[in-house]
Structures are given as C-alpha cells and as structure tokens.
C-alpha cells in the first residue's frame, strides 16, 4: 500500500522530509435527517473500520503521520529525552488494602506494562502475583485493567485485556499459590468485582453474550451481575442476581450497568445501578443472607434524583456523598434497617456543604475519610467514630445463602463524634484514598503540578501524614518549575481557574510557546498532576496551562451542569478565554499558541478551533470525540446520552449538532495545524470519529481559502483509550510533543 512504501522510503533516507499531501480520501455524502433539518456526512464509509478498504485507508493515514513526525529533525533527541524522564522511576498505582496484605500495581524501570504485586504489610518485602505478559499475544499487548482482593487476603480477582480494547477476562487466583480459582469469565468489561467478606462469594458484572454483527450500540445493554459461589474441590456455581428484567422490584434499563458492592464490616449488600456515564446512582439494598437470585427481596434506598455520588458501609449505616440541594456536596449517615427510603432531608448530616467540594468517603475502622477539593487542592476529613468497639468480625458459617457478618453490636452511643482536618504534606491532589474497614487509618496517593507521585500513611491515633517507601520520589527535577493559578473571565463573565506550569522567571513578553489543555465533562476534576514529560516540553522553553473549564467538576455540580448538554458551548467557550487570556497577559501569541483535548475534551478543543481558527497555531486531539451526532451508535454511545443528549428529540439534536465540531468545520476557513491520535480499539471514542474529523479538515485545509497547513492522523492499531505499554506512550508523546514545536516554530524542528 502506498501508506507502507512511504514509511519505508522515509525509514530508509538519511534526510528524510514529508511527502506534500496526506493519502486520498474519497467523499460518498450520506445526508441524515433529523426533525426537519438535513445534516451531510460526507465520510460515513469511515464507520466501517472492518472493511478491508476501510482500514488500508487507516493504514495509509498512520504511515504518512508517522514518516512525517519522523522526519523532523527534533524529534529523536526529543523521544529520547521523553523515554529518559519516563523510564527512570517506578510507577505504582491503584494500591488495596485486604485482610493484612497491601496489593498494587507497578511497572518498574524499563517494563512495558503494569503488574500485580502483592505485600505481607508495608515494609515487608514483595511478590509477583500476576504478569499480564502472560496472556499477551502477538501484536496485541495486555494489560490488567483492574483487580480486587476479597477482605481476608486470600484471593483476587482481576481482570486482562487485550491490545487496548478493556473487553475483559476476569480471573481469580489463590494469592499463596497463584493457582487458578473456577474457570475464567469472559466479557467481564468494567466488572467490578466484589468478594464477600470471607472470599467464597465473588460478586461481578457481566456483558451479555452478542453474536458477530451485533451493532456496536447494543454490544454493551442487558449486563447483568452474577454472584459465582465457591465450593469445596475447586467446584463454582454462578447465578444472576441483577440486571434488566431480572428483578422486578429493581428498575434497570436495558444501557444501565448494574454492580453489587459488598463490606466485611456490614450485613448489607448494596445493588447499584449505574445511569450511563451519569455521577448520581440508584441504590438498591438486601440482606447479605437474603440474596437469593431473582428472588432476593432487594429494596430502592435512593434513585439518581437523591444525588448519591459516592458511598461506604459500616455495621447497619451507609454514608453517602450527595448533591441533592447541596452542589458541593454533603456527607449523610443512613440506618439500612429503616424501611424508608432515604432523603436527604432525613439522613443524618456528618458534614455539611461548604466552599469546598467533597469528593468520596471510605470506612476505616478509626474513622470515616471524607475527601474534598479546595480551589484545585485536595483535603482530608477524618469523622471519627465512637470509642465503642467497632462491628465484630463475621461470623463463619457453611450453611448456602448463610454466612453474613453479624449485625453490629450495641453501643452507648453510634454516631460519629466531631470531625477534624488531617494535614497534608503539600497542597496537591489525593489520586488515590485507600482505607481497609478492619484496620485504622489510611493510605494516601498524592502528588501535584511538581510534587512528585507517593503513598502516605495516615496514623490513626495522631492524624500524622508520614511518607510510605512503596514508591520512591521521582528522579525528574522540578526544582527549577513553579505552578500558580489564576481566574479568568469568560464570555459570560463566569471565572474559570486557569492552572499553569512553566520554568521560574519565565518572561511574560509573548515569545514562550504555551500548550493550552481543557476536558470539561461528566463533572471530572482536572485536578494537580505530576508528569515528569513536561519537562521535555518546559526545558524548550514551554508552558503549560490547564483550563478548568464547565462541564467538569472543579466547582461542584453546577459547574459540571453549565456544560452539559444545552450548556456545553460554555466548555469550549471558556478555553477561547483562557486563549484570549494567555494572549493579553502577553504570556505568548496566536502563532506559539497550541490547544489540545483528549477524548470528550475533544469537544472543547475542537470546537475552540471551529470558532476561533485565528487564536491558535494547533491542535491535538488525542483519541478525541468530535462527532456527536453519531456518538450514539457506538459502543458506549448509549451510555454517553445523560451527558450530552440524544438525537431521538429535537432539543437532544440541536444540543448535538451545537457541539460537533465535525458537522461545524466549513469549507474555505484557514484552519490551524492538527494531529489527531487514535486508538484503533478505543471501546470509549470509535476511532472513526476522530478519523472522519481528520479527513474533513484535511479536505479543507487543501481546498480553496484552505491553511494549507499539515492534518495528521495518527493510529495505534494495537492500542485503545490511552495507556498502552511504555513505548507506546513515549512513541506517541514524542510525535505529540515534535509536531507542536514544529508547528509553533521551534528551532530544529523545521522538516
């Protein structure tokens, strides 16, 4: 294919440059109407990716972004910076605690991927449990997409993927002996397992089985959770408990994903029923004793009008985070045995709203850990419980459906007493708050704009934050990196918080190159992170700034609400006034500025470039979604309507076409620069969005009132939604990184 042969001729010459066009792309309009109004799409054939003209057509994109970026003479001393800053430290993440051993994550220096290791404790020393190498295959690397262990310790349960695709298998191992535990369970994609808590009841969601040439759209609906129970000789027995139709007492729709959540130190189990990509649940709740497959009487504790958000359980009390008549959000206490369902006007308050946003709860056996943000920062609540014993382990039994923990002693007095702030070790974001019900204290993940990533333990008699050795400070130097925040004004005269990260003294005098980055959706925080690539970026003279723009959730839930659906135009709006901004403080100008978003962030960067192609010199669209007419008949598009609507009614279409950026990109416009990346088996953005986007502006970019400037896409056929193993991330940051200092005109980077 004429994509391959140009890879080659520019692998092979010494002085390679680019070839002047991108491939051909044919144009087949297809014209869809909706409630009276004809919307064309012109690369409709791109949706089918398993054509195989379809996918030489991919094929030939990637061979000419790759020889392009490869031929700028910056790029290989760059990516060999970027793979140094990456490849020098341990990287360790998603850490549980179980019974008395600590699992976790790591990818040591030089690894490709992520593996399950495992700890007697925390200073004891370390065990291989599971290397996801092992079930790779050739040209489709694995990896563990996520793990749970049951409360004893005994077991865990984890899930591994195939070449980015998180269409899980979901494996169980015995911890001592790493043996297999039951069969494998296929289509264990977003899982969530649960063990009860002496580790012979594993509880986990499954997707239905679809035959080939199932629409994507309907690939996902009717999962159902399955309680698989462990006998004795290695014997397994699975039955459903949840999932639409099955329980008539539990509303599911066909596109909800439902999941059972589980403690050691309560007698309840917790259905609950996820809305699409929706923050706010329903909560469903039965006995542990009384789960009994379709016939188990389970009871509605809340549907997503309530506002739940987050929850843990402790004896015969839930306490949940909720946003019903408190956007920043509150923490209530509620008795499980009341047969009422919960209000929010009834439940007991632990703390209050604030100015602060709360984030999550968790139990430890001390206390109740209540996470908030506080202008970007993260901060740390402990609501201590009474001096009373807690709830008394559970009790052994054999008998089927038995085996419940005991309902929690009686005490002189159940309600937590007054709540205090532990102290931080530096003003960043808590990635990662890991309590254990049976054990005091806590484990915090915390890092920031230049603190580099580490585990802190909470004692749980002084609240003091002492640094854990489960992973070693990083070796980037930041020492010469400062971060600050600002406000600006958007067009509305809303402020939105502008975080920015740059070398210290840099001069405001409009000649540094700023990468100006913005997400806005499902009310995610872009909270304070510590990436040791940006110094590739700020050693050449960069800066880096983060638009917290709505449609996230920085400010609580009407932040996330003022870019939602009939709103969301605010999302990009707000990153056009945080360009406008970087201008006028004269932190640098139009042709050394670039903006970028990575998947829904799409949307407000395209669109930023849509409405404004003048205020920047690129764009980066990393596996973005861009075309949100048809977001909907992809694989999680159902999933996605709470967020962004729907074209099934005619405000739900009008919102949509508002914000495509695909179906608003018009003819004759000096777009800027652009590189789109794709994960050829994203599950989440249907590498055809951003490929359609590509093509659409490459088309405008050659045609008459055109930029000329380049429109690369980008395309990891064996990669997904990010991630990936080490070299694909370096790979694709190096490609990232040389096309935005050749297109804000880096020296050197010239092809």
């Not at 706010?280 to 549907?303: D, I, M, Q």
């Not at 739900?652 to 914000?659: E, I, P, Q």
């Amino acid at each position: 294919m004429r994509g391959a042969l140009l890879l080659a001729a520019f692998a092979a010459a010494s002085t390679a440059c680019a070839a002047e066009a991108p491939p051909a792309t044919r144009v087949e309009p297809v014209v869809d109407t909706h409630h009276g109004v004809a919307v064309a799409d012109p690369y409709r054939w791109i949706e089918d990716t398993a054509a195989p003209a379809t996918r030489a057509w991919f094929v030939a994109q990637d061979a000419y972004a790759r020889a392009t970026l490869a031929a700028l003479p910056g790029r290989a001393a760059l990516r060999e910076r970027l793979a140094a800053l990456d490849t020098a430290d341990v990287a360790v993440r998603d850490a549980d605690w179980a019974g008395d051993r600590l699992f976790y994550l790591k990818r040591a220096p030089g690894e490709e991927t992520f593996k399950l290791y495992v700890r007697d404790g925390l200073a004891a020393p370390e065990r291989l449990l599971v290397d996801p190498d092992h079930y790779a295959r050739p040209g489709e690397p694995a990896a563990i997409d996520y793990f749970r262990a049951a409360p004893n310790g005994a077991r865990v349960a984890f899930g591994i993927s195939l070449a980015g695709s998180e269409d899980a298998t979901l494996h169980v191992i015995d911890v001592a002996t790493r043996a297999p535990v039951g069969a494998p369970i296929p289509r264990a994609r977003w899982s969530s397992p649960s063990f009860r808590f002496d580790g012979n009841v594993l509880f986990y969601t499954q997707q239905k089985d679809a035959p080939p040439g199932t629409p994507p759209a309907e690939i996902l609906r009717d999962a159902r959770v399955w309680q698989r129970v462990y006998g004795p000789g290695g014997a397994t027995r699975d039955e459903a408990l949840l999932g639409s139709g099955l329980a008539p007492d539990v509303a599911i729709g066909a596109d909800d994903l439902p999941a059972i959540v589980v403690s050691p130190v309560s007698p309840f189990a917790i259905g609950v029923v996820h809305h699409g990509v929706q923050r706010e649940v329903s909560l469903y709740v039965a006995r542990l004793t009384e789960l009994a497959g379709t016939a188990t009487p389970w009871r509605k504790l809340a549907g997503p009008e309530r506002g739940i958000t987050d929850f843990d359980l402790r004896g015969a009390a839930i306490y949940v985070v909720a946003n019903e008549d408190a956007p920043r959000q509150r923490v209530l206490r509620w008795p499980l045995a009341d047969p009422r369902a919960f209000t929010p006007a009834a439940a007991e308050v632990l703390v209050p709203e604030s100015a602060r946003v709360v984030r999550g709860v968790s139990v430890a056996r001390d206390a109740l850990y209540v996470q908030q943000t506080d202008g970007g920062a993260s901060r740390l609540l402990r609501v201590r419980f009474d001096g009373a014993s807690p709830p008394p382990a559970p009790a052994k039994s054999t008998a089927r459906g038995k085996g419940a923990p005991a309902r929690a002693a009686p005490s002189r007095r159940r309600d937590p007493g007054p709540y205090g702030e532990i102290r931080l070790p530096f003003a960043g974001a808590i990635g990662e708050r890991i309590t254990n019900p049976l054990h005091a204290g806590a484990l915090l993940r915390m890092e920031g704009w230049t603190e580099p990533p580490g585990y802190f333990a909470v004692d749980a008699k002084s609240g003091a934050v002492t640094r854990t050795p489960l992973l070693p400070a990083a070796r980037a130097d930041f020492s010469g990196v400062t971060s600050s925040q600002v406000r600006v004004r958007s067009h509305d005269g809303v402020e939105v918080p502008l975080s920015l990260v740059h070398a210290k003294g840099v001069l405001r005098d409009g000649r540094a190159r700023v990468l100006l980055t913005a997400y806005g959706a499902y009310g995610v925080s872009e909270e304070p992170r510590f990436a040791p690539s940006l110094l590739a970026w700020i050693e050449r003279g960069g800066v880096y700034a983060v638009a917290h723009v709505r449609g996230g959730g920085e400010l609580g839930r009407d932040w996330h609400r003022a870019g939602h659906k009939a709103t969301k135009p605010n999302t990009w709006r707000d990153a056009i006034a945080a360009a406008d901004w970087l201008v006028r403080a004269q932190w640098t100008v139009p042709a050394r500025l670039a903006i970028a978003g990575a998947s829904a962030g799409g949307i407000a960067a395209g669109n930023a470039v849509v409405d404004r192609p003048d205020l920047f010199a690129a764009m980066v669209s990393t596996v973005g979604f861009h075309d949100t007419l048809r977001g909907e008949t992809g694989l999680v598009g159902p999933a996605n309507v709470p967020e962004f609507g729907t074209v099934a009614t005619e405000q739900g279409f009008r919102d949509l076409l508002a914000m495509s950026s695909y179906a608003r990109l018009a003819d004759g416009v000096a777009y800027p620069a652009a590189l789109f990346t794709v994960g050829f088996n994203d599950p989440r953005v249907d590498a055809w969005d951003p490929a359609k986007t590509a093509a659409r502006m490459q088309a405008i970019a050659a045609g008459p009132g055109g930029s000329g400037r380049p429109v690369l896409l980008r395309v990891d056929f064996a990669g997904g939604h990010g991630g990936g193993t080490t070299t694909q991330r370096i790979d694709e940051q190096a490609d990232v990184f040389a096309f935005l200092l050749w297109q804000t005109g880096a020296a050197g980077f010239a092809p």
